[in-house]
Each structure stands twice: as C-alpha cells, then as structure tokens.
C-alpha cells in the first residue's frame, strides 16, 4: 500500500466522523444473534469494536443500511478506491489473488455471478481465461461499474433476474454485508445445483493484525464483520455450504517487518526490509482468506 491507500483510509474516516449519531445504529452479532454479552476490544473513531461469546468480532456501532448505501453509491471515498483499483499496480496485486482461483472454476462451469464486482478486474480474468463461461459482475459504485463496461464487460447495478449461476464470488463483500446469513441464502437462490461459491474475507487472525491491533486498515467503519477461518468455517455450514478448501493469501511480511523495525505503514522503508528472509508466517495467518464451498442443503 502507498500514499494512494493512505488517502483513502483518510477520506473514509473524514468522512464518517463527519456524519451524526442517526447515521449508526448498535448491530447484533452476526454470527449467533446475540444482542448481549460482547466485550469491547477496542474502540477507534466512529468504531467499537466487540467479541462475542461464540468468538466472532464484529463492530458494534454500525452505519445504517442508508448510511452505507450512500457511501458506497458515489462517495468521495470510492471514487479514490475506484482509482487505486484501476491502477497497474493493483492489476498485479489482484492478479496474484485470484489465479487459484480462476483455475478451480475451469471451462466446465458454464455461468458465474461475482458479487461486488468493482471495476471488474476478476471477471476479465475468467474472460481471458475461459471465455465459454458466461461472467456477470453486479456493484453499488457508479464510478467501478462505468470503468467495467468501458472494458466490455457484462455488469448491473441488480442481480439479472431468472437466471441461475454455477458460481457465485464475492472477493471483500462478506465484511461489509449487515446480515451475513441471509446475505448467503439469497446466494443459494440464485445458484444452480450443486451451486458452488468462492468467498474472500480479511482475516482477523493474521500476522499484519496481529502486529497492528486496532492500527490495521482492515478496522474501518465499513467493514461491520471481522472473521478469522473458524468463524467463517462456521457462518457457511450453517448457511448450507460445505467447506471444500479454506487458505489465506497477502501474508504481508513487509508489512510485519516495517511494524518491527518502527516504521509506519505508508512511510517508504529502506531496501533491506524488502529483502528481510527472517519471517516465516504460518499458513493461515495471510491477510485475507479465501474459502471454496458448495450447496450440501
């Protein structure tokens, strides 16, 4: 992440602390339910982030449906995550991301649905890749589904109706959804059978969060869900998806390494911590996971 990340992160907070208290509301957790019992990690800006008895974090303080609709739809916010996106340098990030991916769902899947599509960079991929399959990219964003068409891809503000998919991707949506569960049962309306989906995630539990605590970027007052492998695991199956693979990408040693050595995050390091060997960061402490399920109800 650069200066172009910096501002961003700026701009969101700008931008919610600016708004008044009816533009938040106190949220359940949204992996149990529970409205009482959670216990305060931290709190940060508009943000209070909880625990809850069955281990998943959450934010507590939340903004509104409204709230967030208006944020994602044309925010000053966006337009810059819609920039940094289209940049050469997050093509390559974004490249890295999703080529397992692209090679799981193969030439025999014939329909894909990538929910919160962005600019559409995933969907090129499987264009480029296997173009017998039909892609479809539904976002929020005015600015991302703009720059998508202007690629010639297929992607709508709504779900097209009376069509259903193979797969369903959503590459950093869970986080910012209100209620997960029913989140995902929509999902499995719209999925063939067996449906299959591919589910991205930050993780709660990784090295960068680790180091960072409550300083991480991931802790911002759009992301409502913060899950770690177990409390994802756990949302699918009780959503009706059975787990086919769960990993974690974007280890970050850099990352780790700059925290160490006393140097902030979007500050420029000398050579020698690019080329730091001495982290070894286990294999489910990435910054983000990546979780394979499919329709088992």
């Known amino acids: 992440m650069g200066k172009e990340h910096a501002q961003y992160f700026s701009q969101v907070d700008e931008y919610f602390s600016a ?129 998508a068409k202007q690629q010639g891809l297929e992607v709508y503000k709504e779900i097209p109706e009376g069509v259903l998919f193979d797969y369903a991707t959503f590459w950093g949506l869970l986080e910012h959804v209100k209620d997960p569960s029913k989140f995902l049962d929509g999902v499995k309306k719209i999925l063939k059978r067996p449906g299959r989906i591919i589910a991205c995630v930050p993780n709660v539990e990784s090295a960068v969060v680790e180091h960072l605590g409550s300083q991480c970027v991931t802790f911002c007052p759009q992301h409502l869900s913060y899950f770690s492998v177990n409390t ?18 974007e280890n970050e040693v850099t990352t780790v390494a700059k925290h160490k050595a006393l140097i902030p995050p979007y500050q420029d390091a000398p050579s020698w911590i690019y080329e730091r060997k001495g982290f070894r960061l286990g294999p489910l402490m990435g910054y983000k996971i990546v979780a394979f399920g499919e329709i088992s109800a």
């Open 19 to 147: 708004l008044p208290d009816s533009a938040f509301e106190l949220a359940p957790c949204p992996l149990c339910g529970a409205s009482k019992g959670p216990y305060t990690l931290f709190k940060k800006g508009t943000m209070e982030v909880v625990k809850c008895r069955c281990e998943m974090v959450y934010s507590l303080r939340q903004p509104t449906e409204a709230t967030l609709k208006a944020f994602y739809a044309s925010s000053r916010p966006m337009t810059t995550w819609s920039s940094i996106k289209a940049s050469p340098s997050e093509d390559m990030r974004q490249a890295r991301k999703f080529e397992k991916a692209i090679e799981r769902i193969g030439p025999k899947s014939k329909t894909l649905l990538d929910i919160g599509c962005g600019n559409g960079f995933f969907l090129s991929m499987i264009k480029n890749q296997w173009d017998s399959v039909l892609a479809i990219g539904v976002d929020d964003n005015d600015d991302a589904l703009n720059y």
């Open 232 to 249: 994802l695991t756990e949302l699918l199956t009780k959503a009706g998806f059975a787990l086919k693979e769960i990993y974690t990408i």
